[in-house]
């Protein structure tokens, strides 16, 4: 994802000269093609994170559209008085970019680990979210941050997603997207870990469970009623994430559900709240977390089954 986000910023600075990008001393190998071109618009930090988004406060007052790049953990948590005080309380055209969002970083453990991001910067005011699913989202939410003129979090994974879309036609900030149809139960995932979800409802539609799937690129805002109209006709909701069960999508969810009074028993599938202290690869952390394609279609036909007695 982060190469697709660096690629379609270079091309979009180069039609627009106010475009900048600021590091907080990460992005080797990612931003050496944008600095080549746009030396005067490239600016890293060093590792310091506070110092990041006050620089970028400076320069969007100034009229710039700026973006800020860090580890998804770093860009968020070190920085957050800033985030809400300086960009956030002016209503600045910022872009924070968190890469290597949920467990990317899997192997350096619980310092690299971001998974509370979307539960404190959707309690910000002025602050959206968007976490892209696969690369040619991240154009597309790239894109769309450039021209909101508003405080965003761009919630990215680290390399390597895999493909899901071949078009941003039906690409709406706001509104979910359906990536599969069915009628059994309601399966909505955000960012990073769509990819498994959809791989989870393939497996459970070879054992006779049909799952409507939605891509929930947008954590906030979101066009709420758009929500309803898939959550009414359903009984069984589970929301997955790699994020923290607490104030993350599953949360987000039953706010919605709670606000139209709907009797539904919503299941959230993520981390609990605990560190990951285990150590490895991501596809590893997944399988033990229950995050895996497979795990996660056990869990889900253990729910849904119980919920059918």
Known sequence: MRY???????????KNKNIYIL??????????????????????????????????TGLALSGKTVFVYSIA?????????????????????VIIVG??????????????????????????????????????????????????????????????????????NNFIFGEPISLKDGKDLLIIATGNI?????????????????????????IKPYKKEKIYAYLKNFSHIFTIEEHSIIGGL??????????YGMGLKLISIGVNDEFVRIIGKHAYLREQLGLSPQKLSERILKEYKAKAK
Request: aromatic letters at 8%; glycine letters at 4%; a neutral charge.
């Open 4 to 14: 697709a986000f660096i690629n379609t910023v270079t091309k979009e600075a180069k």
């Open 23 to 56: 590091s907080a001393d990460l992005g080797y190998t990612v931003f050496e093609n944008f600095k080549a071109l746009f030396p005067n618009r490239f600016i890293n930090v060093g590792v310091a994170e506070q110092n990041l988004i006050n620089l970028a």
């Open 73 to 93: 953990t770093f860009a968020t948590t070190k920085a957050y008085e800033q985030i809400k005080i300086n960009i956030s309380n002016h209503n600045l055209p």
């Open 99 to 168: 890469s290597g969002a949920g467990l990317s970083y899997s192997e350096a453990s619980i310092t690299h680990h971001s998974l509370e991001d979307i539960s404190i910067m959707r309690s910000i005011p002025n602050m959206s979210i968007i976490a892209p699913s696969d690369p040619l989202q991240t154009e597309w939410a790239t894109k769309f941050a450039i021209s909101y003129n508003k405080p965003l979090y761009l919630r990215l994974g680290k390399a390597g997603e895999p493909k899901i879309y071949k078009t941003t």
């Open 194 to 218: 769509v990819y498994n979800a959809l791989e989870a409802a393939k497996l459970l539609a070879q054992k006779g469970i049909n799952c409507l799937v939605l891509d929930m690129h947008t």
């Open 250 to 259: 599953g949360s987000t969810i039953s706010e919605v559900i709670t606000s």
